[in-house]
């Protein structure tokens, strides 16, 4: 067991790879600061209202995810990118399962808290500014309040901007849909988890090769869909659910609808939200046990 | 402590060994020769575990190196020829790398970078490349491992680092530990080593201890037009003509390992059916 995964080993490692990155994770995170501050800041300048709203705020912290997130796991394993760099990571004596949650470790977990928390930091400090800027404004009283009103047109009060929660599925934060954080967050995880793979499995230029990879991917599911799929349903088919619905219509126009059981869609659901990241995460461990110089 | 079987390796354009078969023994410091491109890093990367034969055995301090398991990681210590240093200073270095290594020594760190004259407090990144090498080739004997790898070492080492190096790893082996040093640069590894592995063309075309070389070879200054004639590689010089002969008359000469690797590499069968005999 001790040569599969040993618990002090696993300390050790996080601490070793903690101190020689750290300068570039610190950076890394300092440039998302940087990012939403000025981001923040420039919104500000313009002074809407509605900048701070929930859908801006949601939409800042989601866009920004999926990039420092992916840009992040592009660099999981940088140092397949030199042969010595190779070298010194393989001979290192640790497990090949305590050397990938290590790179989870950071990769994944440390840097979703860094991020939310960067984010939250920023973004409440943004918006206590943003608030107290408009006060006036806010009361509805000013003239610059009335020209808002005018231009965007509203009725109402305008109201301070609260800080979002964006793991909640509250109807107001949405992007797309409601309660569309969940699914959101659902997407991230195995994306970010392609993008690792996609740095364990090509030494240069991996974030390019892994976005053209996961877009062929996208057109091949597009393909078998059209080509494969579709063809073996019966005519006048339209699936109404991806997985559990379909409403054929006959000839005389009566509609006949097919709903297979609850459990079969709660299960694939589950599978898609939470079964792809695991998949993921064990071929970039065949991945690493593979790894030659 | 080696053990070496039928070991077949190629790259997509070129084969490197076809059925290549070596035992290491402990307690040896072993010098491997061979021309650039005949395979010795990779030979050792294959040890190493850093690469995978396409057919063959490989077996090291009983574990499979392809596997890379942690007890098989612990026991051995590769210095490759480009290698990597972090960002941080030699102590931290230390603190953070020596726990992987179960008999790493401390003092025997500090006392082989005193040798090397290198200040314990010292930047890795602010050294020079002879310093960083110096620094990993005591950190790898300090780590007390079973199996040292040393891809040319004495590459970027001054004049008097490699007189440092010979004398540090002559006090470092043991009857438990084996070294294997790579290296084209032959005459570096004169008074270091004590078994000579020749490679060339796949294959091990010698593989002998330094004393059986002596009593199977003499190598010497000849001024006798026939002894120059029936010698198995000569070579002239400016006053006479150096010669590896067979050492018929039992005679003890300092082996010249550069003329022992050109002799082997001019006439491998008859060097190779004088050891078999």
Known sequence: ?293 | MVCIQNLHFSYPKKQIFGGLNLQIKAGNIYGLLGKNGTGKSTLLSNIAGLLFPKSGNISVLGFNPAKRQPAFLQDIFFIPEEFHLPDVSIGRFVKYTSPFYRWFNEELFAAYLAEFQIPYNSNLQRLSYGQKKKVLISFGLAANTSLLLMDEPTNGLDIAGKSQLRKIMAAAVDEKKSIIISSHQVKDLENLIDSVIIIDEGGIVLDEGIERIGAKLSFKISYNASEVAWAIYSEPLLRGTVVVAMNIDNDESKIDLELLYKATMANPKLIQSIFND
């Open chain 1, 1 to 293: 067991m001790s040569q599969l995964f040993k618990l002090r080993r696993f300390y050790l490692l996080l601490g070793k790879h903690w101190f020689e990155n750290r300068k570039a994770y610190l950076l890394f995170l300092v440039t998302i600061a940087a990012f939403f501050t000025g981001w923040f800041a420039f919104t500000l300048m313009i002074g809407n209202p509605y900048s701070f709203g929930p859908y801006n705020q949601s939409m800042l912290y989601f866009g920004g995810l999926f990039i420092a997130g992916c840009l992040s796991a592009s660099l999981a394993f940088r140092d397949f990118a030199t042969k010595p760099k190779k070298i010194n990571y393989l001979v290192l004596p640790a497990a090949i399962a305590e050397k990938l949650l290590c790179v989870l470790f950071y990769g994944v977990l440390i840097f979703f808290v860094a991020y939310t928390l960067i984010f939250y930091v920023t973004d409440y400090l943004a918006l206590k500014v943003a608030n107290n800027a408009n006060a006036a404004m806010l009361a509805g009283h000013s003239e610059k309040a009335v020209e808002w009103k005018q231009r965007f047109g509203l009725t109402g009060d305008l109201r301070p901007s609260k800080l979002i929660n964006v793991f909640s599925p509250a109807a107001d934060t949405y992007i797309f849909y409601p309660g569309d954080n969940v699914d959101l967050f659902s997407a991230f995880f195995p994306i970010q988890s392609a993008f690792i793979l996609g740095s364990a499995y090509f030494a240069k230029n991996n974030l390019f090769k892994t976005m053209v990879a996961l877009l062929l991917l996208w057109l091949l599911f597009f393909v078998v869909e059209m080509k494969i799929f579709f063809p073996l349903l019966p005519e006048n088919v339209s699936v109404s659910s991806v997985l559990t619905n379909a409403t054929v219509i006959d000839n005389k126009g009566n509609e006949t609808h097919y709903t297979l059981p609850f459990w079969i869609g709660s299960v694939a659901t589950f599978l898609m939200r939470f079964g792809i990241t695991p998949v993921l995460w064990i071929a970039i461990y065949y991945r690493m046990k593979e790894k030659e110089i």
